[in-house]
C-alpha cells in the first residue's frame, strides 16, 4: 500500500519567515495530495490541493509544489504569521472519489514572534 | 459551521465496556470515513462507506463496527473497549476528492 513520509517533524520560524515541509509518497498510481492544517484540540482542515497533472498550485501564501518523477510533494508557506502554528499533515490518494487518503505522520511549525 | 458534526466530543470510560460514537454531515457527501488519531496524531484510516455501503475496511479489530443508517450518518460502535482504544476518533465526508472532518470525538479509556 501507499506509505507517506514527511519531513520535518518539528519546524521553528522567524515570524515573516517562509516554511517549508516535505513529503515523499511510494505508490506511483498516486494523484492527489491534499495538505490538512490541525490546529491544538481542532479537526484537520484542508488547506490546498493538489492533482498530478499540475506541478505548482497557489493559493495567497501557500503553495504546493509536486515532482512526480521524483515522487515528492512540498508545502510552502511565505511570510509566515502566528496563527500559522499548527501541525500540518500532507496526504495522498490514487485520486479516485471514495479512495482512502494515506497521512504523513505530520509537521509541529511553530512561528517565533 | 455544522456540517460535519460529531457526538459526543469527550468519552470518557472503562475497559471492557461498549460505546458508540455517531457523525452526520449535511453537505449531501457521498462518502464517510472514520479515521483514528493516536496520541503522536498519527491519523489513519479505519473505515469509509460509500451510500450506505461499506467500501473500506482496514486491518481494524473486529471489536469496532461502523453502521451507516442513511447516506448522512455514519456511527461507531465498539465493543470491549481497551486501553489501546484511547484516540481522537474523526469522522469525515467527501463527495469526489475533497475530505472534510469533523470535530473529533477524543475517547479515554480508563
Known amino acids: 500500500g501507499e506509505n507517506v513520509e514527511q519531513h520535518p517533524s518539528t519546524l521553528s520560524v522567524q515570524e515573516g519567515d517562509s516554511a517549508v515541509i516535505k513529503c515523499t509518497y511510494s505508490d506511483s498510481a498516486s494523484n492527489y495530495f491534499p495538505w490538512y492544517k490541525q490546529e491544538l484540540g481542532k479537526r484537520p482542515q484542508l488547506i490546498i490541493d493538489i492533482r498530478s497533472n499540475v506541478g505548482e498550485k497557489k493559493d495567497q501564501r501557500i503553495a504546493v509544489t509536486l515532482n512526480k518523477t521524483a515522487k515528492h510533494f512540498s508545502l510552502h508557506i511565505t511570510e509566515t504569521q502566528p496563527e500559522d502554528s499548527a501541525v500540518y499533515f500532507c496526504?495522498?490518494?490514487?485520486?479516485?472519489?471514495?479512495?482512502?487518503?494515506?497521512f504523513g505522520t505530520g509537521t509541529r511549525l511553530t512561528i517565533i514572534p | 459551521d455544522t456540517a460535519v458534526s460529531q457526538t459526543p466530543k469527550y468519552l470518557v470510560t472503562q475497559m471492557g465496556n461498549d460505546k458508540s460514537i455517531k457523525c452526520e454531515q449535511n453537505?449531501?457527501?457521498?462518502?464517510m470515513y472514520w479515521y483514528k488519531q493516536d496520541s503522536k496524531k498519527f491519523l489513519k484510516i479505519m473505515f469509509s462507506?460509500?451510500?450506505?455501503?461499506?467500501?473500506i475496511n482496514e486491518t481494524v479489530p473486529n471489536r469496532f463496527s461502523p453502521k451507516s443508517p442513511d447516506k448522512a450518518h455514519l456511527n461507531l460502535h465498539i465493543n470491549s473497549l481497551e486501553l489501546g482504544d484511547s484516540a481522537v476518533y474523526f469522522c469525515?465526508?467527501?463527495?469526489?476528492?475533497?475530505?472534510?472532518f469533523g470535530p473529533g470525538t477524543r475517547l479515554t479509556v480508563t
Open positions: 496526504a495522498a490518494s490514487r485520486g479516485f472519489g471514495n479512495e482512502k487518503l494515506t
Open positions: 462507506y460509500n451510500n450506505k455501503e461499506l467500501i
Open positions: 469525515a465526508s467527501s463527495h469526489g476528492l475533497q475530505q472534510y
Open positions: 453537505l449531501g457527501h457521498d462518502t
